[in-house]
């Protein structure tokens, strides 16, 4: 079973906010929320993580509902260099093993000029 | 500015050589990972380590070998390559917790005619 849901695809002009939700109802209590993202023919691009709190940093915002089932990243200014695959990614803090980060199918964020 | 390298970035080789793939950090993170990447799979852990002479296999570790002998390199070795090895091969380093926040590589595209 997916630990997270995206949506496929979305769009957002050049200059504005761009939004990317991404749902977790089964989230456990010492799971954190971790976004990277792919860019074509590149490396996967560590992002953003966060428990509860909302986090901010140099590229973007992470914002966690109170209930933490769901949580939208937000790239202030995006910039058509932005466009890219966006994965959420849920697991435990120091978790992990012979899986490794495991991502689903992301968002393919395209940003229109 | 530190930073993670993947050589050679493209190879053609043949069925049934030994190839090895390059990974070479300078963040002197602890912990290093080989990652392949296929359409429809998304990222699968090969092999990681998270020290000098430790390593440890991943969800899809056959066919493939890692020696770390100093934190800044773990080579992965195809011991007799075959066509489903042709993939693009990406290597990751982190320092602290090994599964969040992981700085990826350029990556290799292999292919095994």
């Not at chain 1, 989230?27 to 023919?41: A, K, M």
């Not at chain 1, 058509?80 to 495991?102: E, K, M, N």
Request: net charge negative; proline share 5%.
């Amino acid at each position: 079973d997916a630990k997270t849901t995206q949506p496929p695809s979305m769009d957002c002009a050049e200059g504005r906010a761009a939004n990317l939700p991404c749902n977790h109802s089964t989230i456990s209590g010492n799971e954190y929320v971790y976004w990277y993202r792919q860019i074509h023919s590149q490396g996967p691009q560590y992002i953003i993580h966060g428990l509860k709190n909302n986090e901010t940093n140099e590229m973007a915002s992470l914002i966690i509902t109170e209930d933490r089932k769901s949580s939208t990243l937000i790239l202030p200014h995006a910039t058509l260099r932005d466009t890219a695959v966006y994965y959420c990614i849920v697991r435990p803090y120091s978790g992990g093993g012979a899986d490794g980060l495991t991502f689903g199918k992301g968002t393919h964020l395209i940003i229109q000029p | 500015d530190a930073e993670i390298t993947q050589s050679p970035r493209h190879k053609i080789t043949e069925t049934g050589r030994q190839v090895t793939l390059a990974c070479h950090q300078t963040w002197n993170h602890n912990n290093m990972f080989w990652y392949r990447q296929d359409l429809g799979h998304g990222l699968r852990l090969i092999h990681y380590s998270y020290g000098v002479h430790d390593t440890n296999k991943g969800e899809v570790s056959d066919g493939y070998s890692v020696s770390r002998s100093n934190t800044e390199d773990l080579p992965l070795t195809l011991e007799s390559a075959a066509s489903s090895q042709t993939s693009v091969y990406f290597c990751a380093s982190s320092d602290g917790d090994p599964w969040g926040e992981q700085y990826f590589g350029p990556g290799t595209r292999l292919t095994v005619t």
